[in-house]
Structure formats: structure tokens, C-alpha cells
């Protein structure tokens, strides 16, 4: 265990160890979180979490609806392209 300090404007150091371990980069972002035990930093995920129902159709495609068989055959594909 390490002990770090409170500055006056606020801020605490993250030992070096730690930022290591966890490949925390400078302008790393950290959501707070008040717990019983107390403050718990969790990294900011870098993207905002969405449903399948949010992003569903996001995407414009014109023409006839594809099976689940034409996209396996183009995913079969595409796979053999990349690895021939």
C-alpha cells in the first residue's frame, strides 16, 4: 500500500507504481465514485455506453434485407481474403 497526499488546489498523485501497472497515461480521465469505504476512481470508459436499441439503424442501407446466411458467407469471405 502507498500513501499519497492532498494538495492544496485538490489534487492527489497517483503513485508511479500504480500508473504503471495500469497503463495511465497523463490526461488519463477517472470518474469518481463516493462508496461506505470511501472514494473509488474507475477510468472513464472512452466511450458513452449505449443499448443496441440507441444505435440500431444508425447506419443507412438501401436495397433488400440480407440473411443471416449472406453474412456469414460474406464474413467467410472477408476472412479468406485476409488470410490468403
Keep these: 500500500m502507498e500513501v499519497t497526499r ?3 488546489d485538490g489534487q492527489v498523485i497517483i503513485p508511479m507504481s500504480l500508473r504503471l501497472a495500469h497503463q495511465w497515461e497523463p490526461g488519463q480521465e477517472f470518474v469518481a465514485i463516493d ?3 470511501g472514494v ?4 472513464k ?3 458513452q455506453t449505449t443499448t443496441l436499441e440507441e444505435v440500431a439503424g444508425c447506419l443507412r442501407y438501401e436495397g433488400p ?3 443471416l446466411e449472406e453474412f456469414d458467407q460474406a464474413i467467410a469471405q ?3 481474403e485476409q488470410w490468403s
Aim: charged share 15%; proline share 21%.
Design 78 to 80: 472477408t476472412l479468406k
Design 40 to 43: 473509488l476512481l474507475q477510468p
Design 6 to 8: 492532498l494538495s492544496s
Design 45 to 47: 470508459p472512452p466511450f
Design 35 to 37: 462508496t461506505d469505504n
Design 65 to 67: 434485407p440480407k440473411s
